[in-house]
Nanobody
């Protein structure tokens, strides 16, 4: 199974940018599809972006389309989420999820706060 560690969160002003990273270990990285989820206080965890195992297919939630970009570097065993034009409603804990053969693996999350 794969172990996931997120990093890159922090406090940013509206309109700013952050890049989140999800470092994977313990399994064959290239076999996994990955997604980023976020959870705002008091709300459910929602999918933000996903990328296929080969990296050729990506999907985004409507709320982040055109502002966020998910990518992966199989040589570095890392998945990224580039977040631009951040809004206060992007605030939340961002989680990385790995998926293979119906099994899901989650990281511990990284906090993103968008505030003036």
């Amino acid at each position: 199974q794969v172990q996931l560690v997120e990093s890159g969160g922090g406090l940013v002003q509206p309109g700013g940018s952050l890049r989140l990273s999800c470092a994977a270990s313990g399994s064959v990285f290239s076999l996994y599809a990955f997604s980023w989820y976020r959870q705002a206080p008091g709300k459910q965890r929602d999918m933000v972006a996903s990328i296929s195992s080969g990296g050729g297919s990506t999907n985004y939630a409507d709320a982040v389309q055109g502002r966020f970009t998910i990518s992966r570097d199989n040589a570095k065993n890392t998945v990224y989420l580039q977040m631009n034009s951040l809004k206060p409603e992007d605030t939340g804990v961002y989680y990385c999820k790995g998926l293979r053969r119906g099994s899901e693996y989650w990281g511990q999350g990284t906090q993103v706060t968008v505030s003036a």
